[in-house]
Nanobody, 116 residues
Framework: VQLVESGGGLVQAGGSLRLSCAAS????????MGWYRQAPGKQRELVATVTTGGSTNYADSVKGRFTISRDNAKNTVYLQMSSLNPEDTAVYYC???????????WGQGTQVTVSA
């Protein structure tokens, strides 16, 4: 499975960004896609996940600000990020797998920088 991310960039605090990630390859019908992030000097952490059935899961730090969604026909996952703050600055990684919290594949990462 290959994952191609897009949509990162620089935004001011309070602004919004939308990340996209398209999966290709041998993909089983039932799967989990998600986003993790890693800020400088910190461990990688879960941001959000979504199953093919539409069940979502969010880190407490992004609840109410970020929305994860997917288009199963396109094998694409999206992360709409709003009310961004500098603490959201990180490299965001798209993930794909078959068990929740256990990604099997990772994207190359896309940088999100939020300026104060």
């Amino acid at each position: 499975v290959q994952l191609v991310e897009s949509g990162g960039g620089l935004v001011q605090a309070g602004g919004s960004l939308r990340l996209s990630c398209a999966a290709s390859g041998s993909i089983a019908r039932v799967n989990v896609m998600g986003w993790y992030r890693q800020a400088p000097g910190k461990q990688r952490e879960l941001v959000a996940t979504v199953t093919t059935g539409g069940s979502t899961n969010y880190a407490d730090s992004v609840k109410g600000r970020f929305t994860i969604s997917r288009d199963n026909a396109k094998n694409t996952v999206y992360l709409q990020m709003s009310s961004l703050n500098p603490e959201d600055t990180a490299v965001y990684y798209c993930t794909f797998g078959y068990l929740l919290y256990r990604p099997d594949y990772w994207g190359q990462g896309t940088q999100v920088t939020v300026s104060a």
